[in-house]
């Protein structure tokens, strides 16, 4: 007895980070991939943010590119879904990439402010291949993983996506800067292709089959399996509650707006909008990568820490906002802004953590993809709002900035006070279903 107890002890004991990578080759090719795409993506960013502030300097034209980016995501994201429920999750993520290596070459043709148009209608191509991409990666990531092994992959990936906006930000600033546009434009381009050779070599695991309906108008164009998918959530309360944390993270999103006109107008370095942008999106990175770690070691893995810690994080956010708009100190400014974005990692990842053992495999890509639509949505309003109080109503950045923060801390008092309605007939998951899991052999999952 006490020695199947010292076995089960070990099976759910948290798996470190390094030993994730290291004895899990196919999270280990999906997480370079995601390395090399989302540094060039990063490069692609400063780089377009550049074209449009030395074109026409108007926030109201950054704000738009923002809802370019987000709005694929709300209009693509239920075709998205059920796709990754549907078919090889693998094969969209490699079509994904090779289709935006493509796109993105297409940015090398701007020079005039007459042709900004092209960098909307690629920017929405782009981030609509993106949209297919994102929930087909976040659904898989639970059927190469066990789960202990699933906050650390969470964390990792969360912990990347920010150490490349910090290196690919402040690194793509420097390019952008010397080099000029086009490097980076055909930089990013090479990174999908590479992403999509990683991925390439990854194998994931046999999905049950699906039951075979009769086949109908609705079912061939997938609007029977969204409306499924609507209907599992709505019966799910915390599944309902989870899936709505990002968007309400996005009602902030603004501040993407506000960190290019910043490092334009208040804070740029050495007289460069390209530098000034990359080092505030450098701070920003640097704040989500430390914010998963720590609150990993302060909160664990538990259930009721983790919900609890969702919460804090939307307040630690709104708080940093305010600050960031309300100092005056370049250093200062830096230190908030990362502040502010460790909570916005920590309830990144603990969102997605339970979402993914909470969901179904059956239903987790129509799940996240709702997720990302429902986040787009929300951040492409927040982008558009903001360039329209900077430009047509002439607010400074700083009060807008403030304002952001004040938003930003209703959906944590919220979180606190509904969590009673929506957490109501909901269990942890017993310790007993986690070792079954965990000692299954390599590649079998526990059904359900």
Do not use: C
């Not at 030395?54 to 987000?70: E, W, Y």
Request: charged share 20%.
């Amino acid at each position: 007895m006490t020695k199947r107890v010292g076995k089960r002890l070990d099976a759910i004991q948290p798996v470190g980070y390094i030993e994730l990578l290291r004895n899990n080759y196919a999270f280990r090719q999906l997480w370079l991939g995601q390395v090399v795409s989302q540094m060039g993506d990063w490069f692609n960013t400063i780089a377009i943010y550049t074209i449009i502030l030395n074109l026409t300097g108007s926030g109201r034209d950054v704000g738009l590119l923002l809802v370019a980016r987000f709005l694929p995501s709300f209009v693509f994201g239920p075709l998205s879904g059920v796709l990754a429920d549907r078919f090889s999750r693998r094969s969209i993520m490699i079509v994904s990439d090779l289709l935006r290596a493509v796109v993105v070459l297409g940015f090398l043709v701007v020079r005039r402010a007459d042709q900004l148009w092209i960098v909307y209608v690629l920017t929405v191509l782009q981030l609509a291949f993106s949209t297919f991409f994102e929930p087909a990666k976040t659904a898989a990531i639970p059927s190469i993983v066990s789960n202990r092994e699933l906050v650390a992959a969470n964390a990792i990936s969360s912990v990347t996506w920010s150490v490349m906006l910090t290196l690919g930000a402040a690194i793509g600033g420097l390019i952008t800067g010397w080099l000029g546009t086009d490097v980076a434009f055909v930089l990013d381009s090479l990174t999908y292709l590479l992403s999509a050779a990683l991925i390439a070599t990854v194998r994931l695991p046999k999905r049950p089959k699906r039951e075979k309906g009769k086949l109908t108008v609705g079912r061939a164009l997938g609007v029977t399996e969204t409306i499924e998918g609507a209907r599992y959530v709505k019966d799910r309360p915390r599944v309902l509650a989870l899936l709505l944390v990002k968007p309400a993270w996005g009602l902030g999103g603004g501040i993407l707006t506000l960190l290019a006109v910043f490092g334009e107008r208040i804070f740029p370095v050495g007289n460069s909008a390209a530098t000034g942008i990359g080092v505030l999106f450098a701070a920003r990175g640097i704040g989500t990568a430390v914010g998963p770690i720590v609150a990993r070691r302060i909160a664990g893995e538990g259930k009721k820490r983790m919900l609890t810690t969702i919460g804090i994080s939307f307040l630690i956010g709104g708080l940093g906002y305010i600050a960031f708009g309300s100092t005056r100190s370049f250093i200062a400014a830096l230190i908030v802004l990362g502040l502010a974005h460790t909570g916005g990692s920590i309830l990144w990842v603990f969102s997605t953590v339970m979402l993914q053992r909470d969901v179904e495999d059956g239903f987790r890509g129509r799940v996240f993809a709702a997720e990302l639509a429902l986040l787009t949505l929300t951040m492409a309003a927040s982008n558009y709002i903001t360039g329209e109080l900077l430009d047509r109503f002439g607010l400074s950045p700083r009060l807008v900035t403030v304002g952001i923060g004040i938003l930003f801390l209703i959906p944590g008092l919220v979180w606190f006070a509904t969590k009673r309605w929506w957490d109501r007939g909901e269990r942890d998951q017993t310790p007993d279903l986690r070792i079954v899991e965990d000692l299954q052999p390599e590649g079998e999952k526990v059904p359900g």
